[in-house]
């Protein structure tokens, strides 16, 4: 999975442990999100998407799925669609 | 406006940091801690094993002098679920993913030496209860350095 992260704590000019305290993780947690090391759960993408006022497809793409494609909801196949 | 912008944002960043002394804070003082315990704990099992090894006094009395490395160990597992349970999901998947690679490295290792003592019987003073146990923390240390390098 791919995300924005670095960039949006660039553009706010915090450090990797500033952001990590506003989420109540460890820097090594934000340093593991912002190389793609590690995909954060859903509560902390959350809160990740709160705090950049973002919502959370802005900031996470999967892997080859551009963010505008993230825009639209994902088509489930027809076998694969809910009962 | 800008100002008012700049000051929130300064005072975001401050309560940021206090907030990350909080979280490093937590990890020194659980690291010292868990350092500090578990070498009691060892100690303790060290100075057992040496009495028992002396093959002193009555069997109640070695039993007890075998019984007492326990409540370290207990106390020293206490504070590692206790520093587990305020640890933040990454922490928490590096501690799963170090216990996730000691279990099998230990069922490998007892059943490799269960089966090398039936083929040549293991010399006992090597491979007996007394030395065998001392893999799974290691292989627990082995595993934690393992998933700490594939998160840094």
């Known amino acids: ?83 | 406006m800008l100002s008012v912008l700049l000051h929130r944002m300064r005072k975001a960043a401050k309560d940021a940091e206090k907030v990350a002394h909080t979280v490093e804070e937590h990890r020194q003082v659980y690291g010292t801690r868990l350092l500090i315990r578990g070498l009691l704990w060892v100690s303790i099992f060290m100075l057992s094993r040496g009495l028992l090894e002396m093959d002193f006094g009555p069997a109640w009395l070695r039993v007890v002098v075998a019984l007492f490395p326990v409540p370290f160990f207990i106390w020293y597992l206490w504070t590692w679920f206790n520093g587990a349970a305020a640890m933040d999901e990454l922490q928490r998947r590096i501690e799963l993913e170090a216990l996730g690679f000691a279990f099998p490295a230990t069922a490998v290792y007892l059943m490799t030496i269960g089966l090398l003592d039936l083929a040549i019987t293991l010399p006992p003073e090597d491979f007996s209860l007394h030395h065998i146990w001392m893999f799974l923390p290691i292989a627990y240390y082995a595993g934690l350095w393992r998933a700490k390098r594939r998160y840094e």
């Open chain 1, 1 to 83: 999975m791919k995300n924005r992260l670095k960039v949006l704590r660039a553009e706010r000019d915090w450090s990797q442990q500033e952001l990590a305290a506003q989420l109540g993780v460890s820097r090594q947690t934000i340093n593991a999100i912002e190389t793609e090391k590690y995909d954060p759960s859903l509560p902390l993408a959350l809160k990740i998407g709160k705090l950049f006022g973002q919502c959370v497809e802005k900031i996470f793409t999967l892997d080859g799925v551009s963010s505008s494609e993230g825009d639209e909801p994902i088509a489930l196949p027809a076998h694969e669609e809910p009962r």
